[in-house]
């Protein structure tokens, strides 16, 4: 199975700020990368499949970029609506494997 | 618009089995496949498998084998996975997803396997 390494963990930020958050897997998955939201007691939300394609209705501060094994989810300026946990997930290769998350709080 | 509409909470006993439902609507149910994904906290997001709503194929996790069985209804654009032989650890939250890659999902289905 390919293993998603997901930094960092734990990522405080303030209103405004340009945030970062990296998926790093074990093998090439040639860009089968998706990046979900999950707010507390909901379902994950798809925001960008295929490492850079912005979701129907989500909003443009949030983009993606990435090849190889590397890929990158970057918020322009944080929201306060933004505070959630966020997970990749590859489908590049069967099982699709997730990231273990990044849980984003507002500094 | 596309909604996966899954089945309330189940309390289970070790050993037993449980059938989880999850609803389409909102879009032609056999042109995408349901996925299954099961959520704990110790383990985060794990991939079950997934099943092709117009024919029946199955695709599962090695890791799931012979715990999770997928079927679907395709008279009520309706998606089962059956959980069998509970234990503890099978205690999560279970969630469907249209697609092989999850672009919608349920509202998920916890399932707590108690004594």
């Known amino acids: 199975d390919i293993q998603m390494t997901q930094s960092p963990s734990f990522l405080s930020a303030s209103v405004g700020d340009r945030v970062t958050i990296n998926c790093k897997a074990s093998?090439?998955?040639?860009?089968?990368l998706n990046w979900y939201q999950q707010k507390l007691g909901e379902a994950p939300k798809l925001l960008i499949y295929?490492?850079?394609n912005l979701q129907t209705g989500i909003p443009s501060r949030f983009s993606g970029s990435g090849s190889g094994t590397d890929y990158t989810l970057t918020i322009s300026s944080l929201q306060p609506e933004d505070v959630a946990t966020y997970f990749c997930l590859q489908h590049s290769s069967r099982p699709n494997t997730f990231g273990a998350g990044t849980k984003l709080e507002l500094k | 618009q596309v909604q996966l509409q899954q089945s309330g909470a189940e309390l289970a006993k070790p050993g037993s089995s449980v059938k989880i439902s999850c609803k389409a609507s909102?879009?032609?149910?056999?042109?995408?496949?349901i996925s299954w994904i099961k959520q704990t906290t110790g383990q985060g997001l794990e991939y079950i498998g997934y099943i092709n709503t117009g024919s029946g194929g199955t695709n599962y996790n090695e890791k799931f084998k012979g715990k999770a069985t997928l079927t679907v209804d395709k008279s009520s654009s309706t998606a089962f996975m059956q959980l069998s032989s509970l234990t503890p650890d099978d205690s999560a939250v279970y969630y469907c997803?249209?697609?092989?890659?999850?672009?919608?999902w349920g509202q998920g289905t916890l399932v707590t396997v108690s004594s």
């Open positions: 093998q090439n998955i040639n860009k089968y």
């Open positions: 997803a249209r697609g092989l890659a999850g672009a919608y």
């Open positions: 909102g879009y032609t149910f056999t042109s995408y496949y």
């Open positions: 295929n490492t850079n």
